[in-house]
């Protein structure tokens, strides 16, 4: 840790990051998600479920993301933990856009897509309030982080 108290950018080991993925599924699974989803509050974000469909089975794929409210949508981060690779919900969502979200609240189906220019700029500062080692986070990858917005989609 650093003489402010913040991490400046380390992480745990890979295996680590994973298992806590691994437990965190597991308790929202065995708790019926009485466990696991908080909404976002103050200077810290919210966790909710996304399901997306697979790009090459077409099955659906669920994932526990971090996330805060931009008026009436959803913003994310594609980050993978911080590892090199696009997560695989980021890669199905570009082929697919159109998913769903559970919120402590409630489901709601959305349509994902990236965040351009001023639009990534402006979002990419509001995590920055959210979490002061994002930009030490950022440069562990090699390529830009994608800022996600999942607007409620429309029915047509």
Request: net charge positive.
């Amino acid at each position: 840790m650093s003489r402010e108290g913040t991490w400046s950018g380390r992480l745990p080991p890979r295996w680590f990051v994973r298992l806590a993925w691994k437990v965190h599924r597991a308790l929202y699974r065995l708790t019926p998600g009485r466990t696991g989803l908080w909404p976002p509050k103050g200077t810290r974000w919210g966790t909710m479920r996304l399901t997306t469909v697979g790009r090459r089975t077409g099955r659906e794929r669920s994932v526990i993301l971090a996330y805060f409210h931009d008026g009436p949508n959803l913003v994310t981060l594609a980050m993978n933990g911080w590892a090199e690779p696009e997560p695989a919900w980021w890669l199905n969502l570009q082929a697919k856009p159109d998913a769903s979200v559970v919120l402590v609240d409630g489901t709601r189906r959305v349509r994902g897509r990236a965040a351009r220019d001023q639009e990534h700029e402006r979002l990419w500062a509001r995590w920055r309030e959210l979490d002061k080692d994002l930009d030490a986070y950022a440069t562990r990858r090699p390529g830009g982080t994608a800022v996600v917005i999942l607007e409620p989609a429309t029915s047509d």
